[in-house]
């Protein structure tokens, strides 16, 4: 393979590059992305950098080789697969002998047709475009309880605005589950975050927008107004290529797609039983796949399998997760007090392999994964 492709400038992307260079491939790399910045962490988004707190500078991500040439710019439209190409926005064919499609995902949008002045927490930006308003704001709206919108109102809390966020669910526990969420819901509506639930769903209001409209709750204004309500991963320059799509570009556990063609990260998707497909838009997914998908380009090999893990950080709870999410019931408490929110958490499950979780409790990760599969309390953790 003279020539590896890389289409998207995720951290999937950067992890497949530095990979390929880490295991031997001396062969040309080269990374397509859409915006205008080389690969850069999206973690501090919604944390110090919408809140003006963090410089651009802290997105970087460690360099890559200097030899893996990164194009920023470069917008994919088309896979021409029998021709092993990749087609750009402007007309220009890149070729390939080894892909990786690592496009990602774009915010999922609430705003209707002609509707200006939607914010949503995706590409720095998004971010920087928060941060400018926020110095002005003293209220504001998140539409959208997941792990982004909660960190998004967590940081505007810590901040002073009054934040209310509204969702059609209660706050996390569709990700969590029930005792999870409710401990962390606990610690934000302690800290003044609003929780509006709207079973029949949310519309911004006004143009710009300024507010949401719910059947339940009215018509709702605020300063700043931030769609977090999830994202579509990035795959209609596939449409035409024949490759498997299902709402994204399914992968096996190899993070194989097709011969000499890989995938990674937010666009991908996994078929768990036939029928049913599942996304992992998580940031250690997105490492861990580019990582399997660029030694499955080289090698062939069977992936491992490796433990689910999250992190999220709000509301004065650093919580890091280990399973499959959500987590049902309630857990075993290992060690600390949650009413004190310090505790480590374990879910058995019948299988090998069950849950667990640490709030504000220092541990190794390799060891939370190893409660998480069954082993003994493990030392040398502490609140």
């Known amino acids: ?160 605005l009054d934040v209310t966020v509204v969702d059609r669910d209660p706050p996390l526990q569709r990700l969590l589950g029930t005792y999870l969420a409710g401990v962390l819901v606990a610690a934000a509506v302690e800290s003044g975050l609003r929780v509006l639930i709207a079973p029949d769903g949310v519309a911004l209001a006004g143009n710009p927008v300024s507010g949401v409209s719910t059947r339940e709750h009215g018509e709702l204004s605020a300063d700043l107004v931030v769609s977090a309500v999830g994202d579509l991963p990035n795959v209609e320059w596939l449409r035409t290529s024949g490759l498997p799509v299902q709402g994204g570009v399914v992968i096996d556990s190899r993070c194989a797609v097709a011969p000499d063609i890989v995938a990674a990260g937010d666009v991908t998707v996994q078929e768990l039983v036939p029928g049913v497909f599942r996304r992992s838009p998580h940031w250690t997914s997105a490492v861990n796949q580019g990582r399997v998908a660029a030694r499955t380009l080289l090698h062939a090999e069977s992936a491992s399998p490796t433990a689910s893990y999250f992190w999220t950080e709000q509301f004065g709870c650093d919580v890091k997760l280990v399973g499959e999410l959500p987590f049902d019931g309630e857990p075993r408490v290992v060690d600390g007090d949650v009413t004190k929110r310090s505790a480590l958490l374990h879910w058995p499950r019948d299988d090998d392999f069950g849950a667990a979780a640490s709030l504000n409790y220092r541990l190794p990760i390799v060891k939370l994964k190893a409660l998480a599969a069954g082993a003994a309390a493990p030392a040398g953790g502490h609140p």
Do not use: C, N
Not at 42 to 62: F, Y
Not at 81 to 109: C, F, H, N, W
């Open 1 to 160: 393979m003279p020539h590896i492709l890389i289409v998207g400038g995720s951290i999937a992307a950067a992890t497949a590059a530095g990979t390929l260079r880490a295991d031997g491939w001396d062969g040309a790399i080269t990374i397509l992305g859409e915006e205008e910045h080389p690969p850069y962490s999206r973690v501090p988004l919604s944390k110090g950098v919408i809140a003006g707190l963090l410089p651009v500078a802290a997105t970087e991500l460690p360099p890559l080789p200097d030899d893996v040439e990164v194009r920023t710019g470069q917008r994919a439209v088309a896979l021409h697969g029998e021709l092993r190409a990749v087609e750009l926005a402007d007309g220009s064919r890149v070729p390939y002998d080894g892909l990786v499609i690592s496009t990602g995902a774009s915010a999922r949008r609430l705003a209707g047709a002609g509707q200006q002045g939607e914010l949503v927490v995706r590409t720095l930006e998004d971010a920087e475009a928060i941060a400018a308003r926020v110095g002005d704001a003293r209220t504001a709206i998140i539409v959208g309880a997941g792990f982004l919108g909660m960190e998004v109102a967590s940081t505007l809390v810590r901040l002073g």
